[in-house]
């Protein structure tokens, strides 16, 4: 089975998200649906649960039906060999290690070629998410239609000979569309970009009542008359745990606090169990630093700590988007984090939260904050409009379809 | 009215794409205003209101915020804020003016502060999708009603964006125009050229309007019979009543 049947049941999704970013935003969300009507949309990845690409996919393909373009979603059937073949691809993308060997690179290609025979991909518009199915297009595409990559990775310190593989298959592509601009390769077609965009009605980010978050956090046993400051973040060195840690013992000499690095990954990752255990190992004994190994469903509980934080960090030595951030804002969080990747889109310095550089700077600006709760309410009050303007899924579908009357010609 | 007097309203949506080198100091950035397409420009010096437009202040444009948050140089980023806010007619005239600016510099400061790799300026290209909104309004009440509820590109494209890259010429205004309602017009465009979010800009036009408005009502409410004046005054009276209970926390 390579269709997947999105949810439709419960209130509309346009009526929860027109609540949220009023109704001026959804009409016009509304005609430009409305300047497509007459085309197919088919989004394709290669998974319809876990990871963020499914759980967008998800939402939009509903968002879009019910805004009247018909749009259908096909996962692109894969084995064992070409998993591992499209994981190292995954990695060196990110700049990790990986080979791909001539045998790797044609067992991808006939696998694409396979696919490209089963999947449903007749619409009028094909929105190809990320590299495991990017070399469809080659093989499947028709004239008359337009085709899209959307790549949700950074490219940014990509292995050059494996970005090199991927990039020359675009040539099939009427555009590719890109988190941030600094993940943008030469491209041998036009590159646009779209932010990341969080889901407002999410378990993760839905509102939740004070009673509600107590209730989830009380098997926790965080200090209540304490101010919590919180990182959530995978256990990974790139999200430099261990100067969170110094930062907080520094701004800890100033002010009470209680520091939270909540994460997971550790328990199916090598890495990060070492990560893990060496964040344990600089907290020690000390009383006032809680680590939370997290599974990986626990979005009610992200959801209740980010609330009941007074500063949510995000002291990442690099980034992609670092969706982590919009979250914490839209709860109306003060933020403090590193200026990296997408985050200096989301934290405006001073004014939707505060970005740093050091380990001093971080301290400083827990400390500040802590110190100042008007201060906090207003960075939160302003962050959380900035997410409603730039970072919800309204407006990630509107870009699409932006894009998509760009490309078919049918803006007014 | 006559039917050919509507005035279609549109929405815009900006794709954004990366265009030419990043710049690391001010001569790079000189260069790429010089010889960026009006795309760029329109995108770090315009296009940044719809970005903000529910924001409690408008933040700096994309240029002095990079020269005032990554090079550090408050003096040079004060006077290219201060182009933008008096040169943002046009493309040509926010150009002329932010490289007086940066000319007027000596060579020696132009280079002397660099942007370490992840903070270089990226220079980005907006390319406008205009969208029909569906809605045409016949007259100044429908417009200033329709105003209120639109998506805040709608404000955006007719009171920002279509005046600079048409040169000061605003056809929503010039339309206004040719319905009578010259004030409005002038209303219309003091507030979407007062520096505000677009928010806030929006709330002060309706405070007007609805304002000016009240004058007419009375004026047609004089004219009414009494027991037609009567019931609304009722209506207004149970609205009130309506309100106050409603935002009562005991109730």
């Known amino acids: 089975m390579t269709l997947v049947n999105v949810r439709t049941d419960g209130v509309p999704l346009a009526d929860g998200y027109r609540a949220i970013i009023g ?254 255990a060496e964040i344990r190992e600089r907290a020690g004994t000390r009383k006032d630093i809680s680590i939370l190994a997290l599974p990986p469903d626990a979005h009610g509980l992200i959801n209740a700590l980010q609330r009941r934080s007074a500063v949510v960090l995000q002291k990442s030595l690099r980034e992609g988007f670092a969706l982590t951030v919009s979250e914490a804002l839209w709860k109306r969080r003060a933020v403090v984090a590193s200026a990296v990747g997408g985050i200096p889109l989301q934290v405006i310095h001073e004014r939707t939260g505060m970005l740093v550089r050091s380990i001093e700077g971080c301290a400083f600006q827990i400390t500040r904050l802590l110190r100042d709760p008007p201060l906090r309410r207003k960075l939160g009050g302003e962050g959380r409009e900035h997410v409603r303007d730039n970072f919800l899924h309204p407006r990630e579908a509107r870009d699409y379809l932006a894009l998509f009357a760009h490309l078919v010609g049918r803006a007014a | 009215m006559e039917p050919s007097a509507a005035f279609e309203l549109k929405a815009v949506v900006h794709l954004i794409r990366p265009w030419g080198a990043p710049a690391r100091r001010l001569d790079e950035l000189r260069d790429g205003i010089a010889s960026g397409p009006v795309e760029v420009l329109f995108n770090h010096t315009v296009q940044y209101q719809l970005r903000h437009p529910g924001a409690d202040e408008l933040p700096p444009d994309d240029l002095s915020a990079w020269i005032a948050g990554v090079l550090q140089d408050r003096e040079t980023a004060e006077r290219l804020s201060y182009a933008v806010q008096t040169r943002s007619a046009s493309a040509s005239s926010v150009r002329a003016g932010l490289l007086e600016v940066l000319d007027a510099l000596p060579p020696h400061r132009q280079a002397s502060r660099d942007a370490p790799d992840e903070g270089a300026f990226l220079f980005l290209s907006a390319t406008s999708v205009v969208v029909s909104t569906g809605i045409a309004v016949r007259d100044g009440h429908e417009l200033a009603e329709a105003l209120a509820g639109t998506d805040s590109s709608v404000w955006f494209y007719h009171l920002v964006q279509e005046p600079w890259f048409l040169e000061g010429r605003t056809p929503l205004l010039d339309w206004l125009a040719t319905v009578g309602e010259h004030r409005l017009a002038e209303r219309l465009r003091d507030a979407a050229g007062a520096g505000l979010p677009i928010e806030r800009a929006r709330a002060r036009l309706l405070r007007y309007w609805r304002r000016s408005r009240i004058a007419r009502h009375v004026a047609d409410a004089t004219a009414s019979p009494e027991d037609v004046r009567r019931e609304a005054g009722r209506h207004v009276i149970a609205r009130f009543v309506r309100r106050v209970t409603r935002s009562d926390p005991s109730s």
């Open chain 1, 23 to 276: 109704d001026g935003p959804m009409r016009a969300l509304e005609s430009l649906a409305r300047s497509l009507r007459g085309h197919r949309i088919a989004m394709v990845n290669s998974t319809a649960t876990g990871g963020g690409v499914a759980e967008i996919l998800h939402r939009l393909v509903r968002l879009l039906n019910e805004l009247g373009v018909p749009t259908t979603w096909e996962v692109m059937p894969g084995d064992a060999r070409f998993y591992g073949i499209t994981k190292t691809m995954h990695n060196a993308l990110h700049g990790g290690p990986g080979v791909l060997t001539r045998e790797d690179r044609d067992y991808y290609l006939e696998m694409n070629r396979r696919a490209a025979e089963t999947l449903a991909l007749d619409a009028d518009l094909v929105l190809v998410h990320d590299p495991q199915p990017a070399a469809l297009a080659g093989w499947r595409r028709r004239p008359g239609q337009r085709w899209v990559w959307r790549c949700h990775i950074d490219l940014s310190r990509a292995n050059p000979d494996v970005l090199d593989f991927v990039v020359t298959g675009l040539a099939h592509y009427d555009a590719a569309v890109f988190s941030h601009v600094t993940f943008v390769p030469p491209l041998p077609t036009p590159g646009y970009l779209a932010p990341p965009s969080i889901d407002p009605l999410s378990e993760k980010n839905r509102e939740m009542e004070e009673q509600e978050a107590d209730a989830l956090l009380e098997p926790l046993g965080l200090p209540r008359d304490t101010p919590l400051v919180t990182q959530v973040s995978r256990f990974d060195r790139l999200k430099d745990p261990l100067g969170v840690i110094e930062a907080f013992v520094l701004a800890r000499r100033q002010e009470k606090a209680h520091l939270v690095l909540a994460g997971g990954g550790a328990e199916d990752d090598p890495e990060g169990e070492t990560v893990l």
